[in-house]
């Protein structure tokens, strides 16, 4: 049985490579070792960013919701509050678009909560 050498078999798996990492720089994305190590890397990043990513966005959306609450004369945790005790079942990410699209519609629920509260 003669001798498999597996070149075929290497190129692909180089190529493979090699076409992952086509956004990169420099040694990054022409030489092979150089270009797996910046893969793994790569990978890595993307699996922690995709968690923090969503750790991301909640701050962002407390923020918002905190200074269009803050205009209206709440903090945001009782306008939070306020709006639990009403009964107003909305998620941070819609009061957040709401806080910045529609701040009629905002001071409605900044109203109702206040109205909770007290």
């Known amino acids: 049985m003669p001798r498999v050498k597996g070149g075929t078999t290497h190129h692909r798996r180089q190529r493979a490579v ?7 720089k ?6 092979y070792q150089t270009a797996r ?6 990978m890595a990043y993307q699996t ?7 750790r991301d966005f909640r701050a962002l959306w407390v923020t918002r919701i905190n200074a269009a609450a803050r205009a209206h004369g709440l903090s945001y945790s009782r306008f939070v509050r306020g ?5 107003v079942a909305v998620d941070r990410k ?4 709401l806080a910045v699209r529609e701040p009629a519609a905002f001071a409605e629920l900044a ?8």
Request: charged share 25%; glycine share 6%; proline share 0%.
């Open 18 to 24: 090699l076409t992952a990492v086509r956004g990169h």
């Open 26 to 31: 420099q040694a990054r994305r022409t030489r």
């Open 37 to 42: 190590e910046s893969l793994l890397h790569a």
């Open 48 to 54: 922690a960013h995709r968690r923090s990513r969503k």
């Open 83 to 87: 709006l639990i005790l009403a009964g």
């Open 94 to 97: 819609n009061l957040a678009d």
């Open 111 to 118: 109203t109702t909560a206040r109205g909770a509260l007290a």
